[in-house]
């Protein structure tokens, strides 16, 4: 079994700065893409970004030059600092990661937290 847990989510102003932690933990032999998503109220999940295990990055445009993914694969924790937020980034924001396990397939399986709750003020 694994479990994922996020921090870092709170109340900012527009134009500040969060930073979202998600740590994996249980029997993990590998971890493979970690990413974040979000959902606002009234709409669907979005992909926000993503981070291989070589490091390839994904960004959604809405999200582009604002806000940066990073891995730490020695804790199995992913991170996502936020800057310049803006009152649209307000949404749930879960952490999602595929892991391999000795049940698990090759690929691995998707595993999610049960989100952390941003909310940039006006």
């Known amino acids: 079994q694994v479990q994922l847990v996020e921090s870092g989510g709170g109340l900012v102003q527009a134009g500040g700065s969060l930073r979202l932690s998600c740590a994996a933990s249980?029997?993990?032999?590998?971890?493979?893409?970690m990413g974040w998503y979000r959902q606002a109220p009234g709409e669907q999940h979005e992909l926000v970004a993503s981070i291989t295990s070589d490091g390839n990055t994904f960004y959604a445009d809405s999200v582009k030059g604002r806000f940066t993914i990073s891995r730490d694969n020695a804790k199995n924790t992913v991170y996502l600092r936020m800057n310049s937020l803006k009152p649209e980034d307000t949404a749930d924001y879960y952490c999602n990661a595929r892991v391999v396990t000795i049940e698990s397939s090759f690929s691995g399986m998707d595993y999610w937290g049960k989100g952390t709750l941003v909310t940039v003020s006006s």
């Open positions: 249980g029997s993990i032999l590998s971890v493979k893409t």
